[in-house]
């Protein structure tokens, strides 16, 4: 079964800093997604960046990148210039390639931004 | 247009009573997702429709689980017999068909069991 990690459960950073959060994740399979997605108070879940298995080349979305190690199988995402509003839940998730998007999801990283 | 709505967006019930969550998704998407949000467990997929086609009911944990979905559209989950492990947000998803489409989320229900 495929496993997602998230080993900071709290992170936090000055406001216009760039902050790494941490991902591992545990699969058998060759062709998968990565996700990150946010949480704010709302509830509601936010895809922030996706990467694609067999793309080389890391995602990135404005302010946000990821590093992706598959070999490593390690999925980080960089936010740089951080802003207020950054500060929420972030979910890492995996799913399979092909099929449902039946996600499975790190336990979270709580991020505050530090005025 | 609109996102996916969810209601109640907080519901408190009594041990052994049943409740029904709903969910409306985007206009459009034919694929509907459950997912459960708890303390104890975090986020956890629950159920799978796709169009017409039977769903995924693989990750529902327990028989007082059901759901249904109406039309294509509008979808029901149902817990009964509520017990206090079944607190948790309940978050509604849906997508376009295609497995490559994003998942859109609505803000969900909170259910607390007392």
């Known amino acids: 079964a495929q496993t997602v990690t998230q080993s900071q459960p709290e992170m936090s950073v000055q406001e216009a800093e760039t902050v790494t959060l941490s991902c591992t994740y545990d699969t058998s399979e060759s062709d998968y997604y990565l996700f990150w997605y946010k949480q704010p108070p709302s509830r509601q879940m936010i895809l922030v960046i996706r990467q694609e298995a067999y793309k080389q080349q890391n995602a990135t979305e404005n302010r946000f990148s990821v590093n992706f190690q598959k070999a490593a199988k390690s999925f980080s995402l960089k936010i740089s210039d951080s802003q207020l509003g950054d500060a929420a839940m972030y979910f890492c998730a995996y799913s399979k390639f092909q099929g449902a998007q039946k996600l499975v999801f790190g336990q979270g990283t709580r991020l505050t931004i530090n005025p | 247009g609109a996102g996916v709505s969810q209601s109640p967006s907080n519901k408190v019930t009594e041990k052994g009573k049943d409740v029904e969550l709903r969910c409306d998704p985007i206009s459009g998407h034919t694929a509907l997702y459950w997912y459960r949000q708890s303390l104890g467990q975090g986020l956890e997929f629950l159920i799978y429709?796709?169009?017409?086609?039977?769903?995924?009911k693989s990750g529902l944990p327990s028989d007082r689980f059901s759901a249904e979905r109406t039309g294509g559209s509008v979808s029901t989950l149902t817990i009964q017999r509520t017990q206090q492990e079944d607190s948790a947000v309940y978050l509604c998803?849906?997508?376009?068909?295609?497995?490559?489409?994003?998942?859109?989320f609505g803000n969900g229900t909170r259910l607390t069991v007392t």
């Open positions: 998803a849906s997508s376009f068909r295609h497995s490559n489409s994003p998942l859109h």
């Open positions: 429709f796709q169009g017409n086609s039977a769903p995924d």
